[in-house]
Nanobody, 123 residues
Framework: QVQLVESGGGLVQAGGSLRLSCAAS????????MGWFRQAPGKEREFVAY????????IYADSVKGRFTISRDIAKNTVYLQMNSLKPGDTADYYC????????????????WGQGTQVTVSS
């Protein structure tokens, strides 16, 4: 069992930055691929990024590539999403998730989810 708690969301102007954190508790956190997803009002949940258990492999959605960076600190059981050059289109609830497999772009493959943190980007 893995529990995930996101934090760091808020209101920011376009062009600004935010860093989201996802604190994990439970067994074997270091063995999970960790992902970030987002869901805007009236839209489906979409993939943002994931990082392998070792941190050696990271994958990003095209819409955030070059602006967002995912990282993890095994010692702190925490995953981060650094978001730079934010746009109004990035406005959404952001969720972290844990995948006992190799990670994917599809929410259905993830085993555990956090409750989400809201990000609002004003123009």
């Amino acid at each position: 069992q893995v529990q995930l708690v996101e934090s760091g969301g808020g209101l920011v102007q376009a062009g600004g930055s935010l860093r989201l954190s996802c604190a994990a508790s439970g067994r074997s956190f270091s063995r999970y691929t960790m992902g970030w997803f987002r869901q805007a009002p009236g839209k489906e949940r979409e993939f943002v990024a994931y990082i392998s258990w070792s941190g050696a492999r990271t994958i990003y959605a095209d819409s955030v590539k070059g602006r967002f960076t995912i990282s993890r600190d095994i010692a702190k059981n925490t995953v981060y999403l650094q978001m730079n050059s934010l746009k109004p289109g990035d406005t959404a609830d952001y969720y972290c998730a844990a995948d006992s497999g190799g990670g994917s772009l599809f929410p259905s493959t993830y085993d555990y989810w956090g409750q989400g943190t809201q990000v609002t980007v004003s123009s």
